[in-house]
């Protein structure tokens, strides 16, 4: 009726939100010679901004066009009011109203006058990050006036708050919100886009503690109707925290060509695979150093199979995915290739058992002629030549892995679902249950490390030596981060293998022990129908393949790691970059090109260190959505902020029985881990490699996974609760916390704050 900013105002005064008195000044009476109007408040000081129709709109916004006054005593307010009206002539607004089609007739130009909020801080925020992240608030304030912070003429501070994850950063000289008020203006700015809509500006200001709503507008640039979903649900386990350039460019090279592949098998049609070749060629991206799913596209996939949306529930909670939203509407296929493709996924999901017995066989082969061709004295190209062949050789074949993962998924949820309908069971029972798999894959480099620590005094220095040879011949490339490029394995550096075994005989008992469990042969009484057994059945295979197929996948990175640090030897011999291990900071196709078309890459690799060294400081959001392509951040100086919790209890998803209580260790560097023997260990994720961590351990609790991931399996064998899933569990454990935690029930309590930091 006034125009936006005062119909605004007055819809927050009538919803509660606190807005300073303010009074409306009709362009009817803003235009006569005798103004007549009461004022909002006997206030010392007021605001005089106009409301005109046309500001704000959609296609014209006439942002700066109209003056505004601040601080405006009592008696000048009238000969602001028509200053402002006055602007109206001005040759700025005609020159604006020319170029968006607006008459200057029809402009009617209303007048706030408003009490002055002598604020001590005051600012703007968005709800949105207007360079296009959806999910994430932007709070820019400064001292003063907001007039200020608009102006640039005080010092800012920004707050960048992702509302996913409800953690945030900021950037500037000083921090001028406490966690509490940033809490406190992020709440308020949920119940206003209940008024006015998701993406919203809003003017704000403090004083003494006070948070005033001073104006609301919409956020109209952002483009909104098909973002881009990047979560890190399941694929933080491989690739926790920064990844440098060569993993990640190599990573988008894996998942593209498996997804392909399995799409393949499914549609069993080119020229409808062609037709979504974009979404192949984006099932992963990276943001700010970490991997991500571009999981819209992985919803788009799982479409092409037949009663996705019954599957889609289930390998959400495979998974672990939190947000459980998704575009709901179908793939647009041809009819006639839909109803195949109900053929082609049964007829595919029957065969993986039977294909993943052929794709093991296949990758021994492959596997032993690698390392029979390989010679550190190869020349770059024929490195290359390596490395093109075994991609070609295994990106034929690969993608029956992610039909594994999706059988051992449907017949895990059956059996789940199963046994609590029919049988009455509790979490801790189904998990005991299919824990009954006696010879995981996984397990092997442990065990046999297990062993090779307890016998190393049985064998002559020659004998150890060969038996350690002879280890990382068959498990060298399984350690922490072993999917990481840069990550060092036992291959890579087999001194990590003495130190490792050096830790497991600090403590001979404990290790004997470990040993016997290993050793002792677990029987699994079969109770249950003749259903329920088939569904054991199935799961076990699916997780027991899912575990072979995955130390196979740290064998073929370590093939690449071995060929990779093999080329940056040699890139340093021709003076391409400075240090061997600048390699890392390259792409996957630079690295592959430098080969045949030598560059010299040190000021390209100069430039990534210094973005990651920003990284670095940026904390890790599980999801980020965003309005169009992906982007890195771009920050002249980051002040990371952790925020504080204070819940002494937690409740997570229970993988493995058993109660412990004890010290915990917070771990978010695997590379600086101490001492974790008798320690209950905390993290974001673990992998595979963390199974030599968790031998010493007493238990671990992440704050990602799920039933079948790395954590939940390898406690389960190795007899150390469990629990996973904790929603800001790095926020509320701190090193040396006394703590106890249930693994039947996932329950996690702080009995006894450690040391403060």
């Keep these: ?63 700066g066009q109209f003056d505004t006054f601040l601080n405006v005593p009592h008696d000048e307010v009238p000969a602001k009011i028509r200053e402002i009206v006055g602007s109206l002539n001005s040759d700025s607004v005609k020159a604006y109203c020319e170029k968006s089609g607006t008459p200057i007739e029809d402009i009617r130009m209303n007048i706030i006058v408003q009490d002055m909020v002598d604020a001590d801080v005051a600012g703007v925020m968005f709800t949105a990050n207007p360079q296009g992240i959806l999910n994430e608030s932007v709070i820019t304030v400064g001292r003063g006036l907001g007039e200020g912070v608009v ?15 409800s953690i945030y950063y900021y950037e500037g000289k000083e921090d001028l919100l406490t966690d509490e008020k940033i809490e ?14 998701e993406y919203l500006d809003i003017e704000f200001a403090v ?73 192949f060629l984006n099932m992963t991206g990276h943001v700010n150093g970490r991997v991500y799913y571009k999981i819209s596209n992985w919803y788009t996939v799982i479409k ?92 034929d074949c690969w993608d029956v892995t992610l039909l594994n993962d999706m059988y051992s998924f449907i017949f895990t949820g059956l059996l789940k679902s199963r046994m609590k309908k029919k049988y009455g069971k509790d979490d801790k029972e189904i998990n005991a249950y299919i824990s009954g798999i006696s010879d995981i894959e996984s397990m092997k480099p442990v065990k046999e490390m297990v062993r090779l620590a307890l016998k190393k005094d049985e064998y002559s220095k020659e004998e150890y030596e060969t ?59 079969e109770k249950y129908d003749g259903l329920t057994r088939l569904y054991v059945k199935k799961s076990s295979l699916g997780i027991y393949n899912r575990e072979i197929s995955r130390l196979n996948r740290s064998r073929i990175y370590g093939i690449v790691r071995l060929i990779v640090d093999t080329l940056g030897v040699k890139y340093k011999e021709q003076g391409l970059i400075e240090k061997e291990s600048d390699i890392y900071f390259l792409k996957i196709d ?108 007493k238990g671990v609790i992440s704050e990602k996974g799920s039933l079948l991931s790395h954590t939940a399996i390898i406690s389960r064998e190795i007899g150390i609760p469990s629990i996973v899933g904790i929603k800001d569990l790095m926020l509320n454990i701190r090193t040396g916390d006394t703590i106890r935690m249930n693994g039947d029930t996932g329950k996690v309590e702080i009995l006894k704050r450690g040391t403060e930091e």
């Excluded at 103004?35 to 106009?50: C, I, M, Q, T």
């Excluded at 988008?252 to 549609?267: A, C, N, Q, T």
């Design 1 to 63: 009726m006034y125009g936006s900013k005062i119909d605004n105002l007055i819809k927050l005064r009538e919803n509660g939100f606190n807005v300073p008195p303010f009074a409306v000044v009709p362009y009817e009476v803003a235009v006569k010679d005798e103004l007549a109007f009461e004022f909002p408040s006997d206030g010392n000081k007021y605001s005089v901004r106009s409301s005109a129709n046309v500001e704000d709109g959609e296609f014209a916004s006439f942002a």
């Design 184 to 197: 406190e203006l992020v709440k308020t700015s949920e119940g206003i886009k209940k008024l006015f809509g």
């Design 590 to 697: 630079e690295v592959l090109s430098m080969a045949s078309s030598p560059v010299d890459m040190k000021s390209k690799i100069s430039s990534r260190k210094d973005q990651y060294k920003l990284y670095r400081e940026l904390p890790p959001y599980s999801r980020i959505i965003f309005s169009g392509a992906e982007f890195n951040k771009h920050h002249m100086r980051v002040n990371s902020y952790r925020k504080k919790l204070n819940s002494n209890e937690l409740q997570g998803v229970p993988c493995s029985g058993g109660i412990a209580e004890g010290e915990a260790l917070v771990i978010t560097n695997v590379e600086d881990t101490g001492d974790v023997k008798d320690k209950i260990l905390i993290t974001k994720m673990t992998d595979p490699g963390w199974v030599f961590l968790l031998t010493s351990a």
């Design 467 to 525: 038996a350690k040879k002879e280890y990382i011949r068959r498990f060298g490339d399984r350690n922490l981060e072993e999917l990481k490029l840069e990550s060092r394995t036992f291959r890579s550096n087999p001194e990590l293998l003495d130190k490792r075994i050096a830790e497991y005989r600090t403590d001979m008992e404990r290790l004997k022990k470990t040993y016997e469990s290993f050793t002792r042969e677990k029987s699994q009484e």
């Design 207 to 279: 004083k003494d503690n006070v948070i005033y709503i001073l104006q609301v507008r919409a956020i109209t640039t952002l483009k909104t109707d098909d973002p881009l979903i990047m979560d890190n649900s399941n694929i933080v386990e491989s690739y926790p925290g920064i990844s440098l350039p060569l993993t990640t460019s190599f990573v988008d090279l894996v998942y593209s060509g498996v997804f392909k592949g399995v799409s393949r098998r499914v549609l069993k049609n080119d020229k409808e695979l062609n037709k979504h070749e974009d979404v």
């Design 151 to 165: 102006s640039s003429r005080v010092d800012t501070t920004s707050y960048y708050y992702n509302l996913t994850d």
């Design 304 to 395: 092409f199979l037949p009663m996705s949306k019954k599957i889609i529930p289930v390998w959400q909670e495979m998974m672990g995915v939190r947000n459980k939203n998704y575009n709901v509407n179908d793939v647009k296929i041809n009819p006639f290739i839909r109803a195949a493709t109900y053929f082609n996924s049964v007829y595919e999901l029957c065969s993986v058992p039977k294909n993943m017995k052929k794709l093991n066989e296949k990758f021994i082969t492959i596997n032993d002629d690698f390392y029979k061709r390989f010679d550190p004295s190869l020349s770059p190209e024929e490195l290359v030549s390596l490395f093109n062949d075994i991609k070609a050789k295994l990106f």
